[in-house]
């Protein structure tokens, strides 16, 4: 049979996009699946798997040869071809799991790096783009299950299992998320909490200064008639007197501090 021929143009334009959302279109001659999926390896990709389904057999377009091959039967061969990419996936998003848990143990640690917010931004990206690509996939197998339910031969509970995998991975991608909103959540608390201690600590540096900076500014006037500028020891006079008021600086900070 040739199938390029049964085809309708839009179709084959269709099958030949290798960025096309997943679908599946029911027609008189022919039926045409199209499963879009996240591929995890060293970085995400998403491929898209076209097959048409006839009355009798099953075929798979190769966008790399631009040719369909026949699979041989009607059901079983697209759901094998399936359910090995997507066992895969259900694996390889341990991955991401991972990686979150492992950015979680270290703000629990608190040993944050300073690319916290890059690999958070990454992760969060990969997973919305995996989440948004299985919402279709896994619709689109629950709208074939549901036309093909009373098909003789239809290995159903083949599919019910693909779909299965594809809702338990959606979830799991749906957790993740969770937890990346939580784990930013607590980062911002961790560094609002450094920033307040930084400032809480500056604000008693300014505490203890300024007074001193009062007197420096007060001594360091070019006017006649300052205290001790007379005598021999009035350096000496001054300094003591910072110290003075430094420890009772000191001890208002302290006071302050004990009764809040």
Known sequence: MNIVKLLDDLHLDDLKNPMHPSIFD?????????????????????????????????????????????????????????????????????TYRDLIVDMEEALYLNKTQKSFINKWLELKRNIVRVERVLMHASSTMDKMIEYYTDTKKFPINHYMDLHEHLERTLNSAKLQLSKLDYLYNFHHAQTNERMNHLIYILTIISAIFLPLNLVVGFFGMNTSGLPFSDGASGTNSVAIFMIYLSVIMFGVIYFVKKKI
């Open 26 to 94: 029911e027609n008189d001659n022919y039926d045409m699946l199209i499963v879009r999926l996240p591929i995890i390896d060293k970085k995400l990709e998403l491929i898209s798997i076209g097959f048409i389904i006839t009355s009798d057999n099953s075929y798979i377009y190769t966008r790399e040869k631009d040719i369909f091959e026949e699979l041989g039967n009607r059901f079983e061969a697209p759901y094998k071809m399936l359910d090995t990419i997507i066992d895969n996936l259900l694996k390889s998003f341990e």
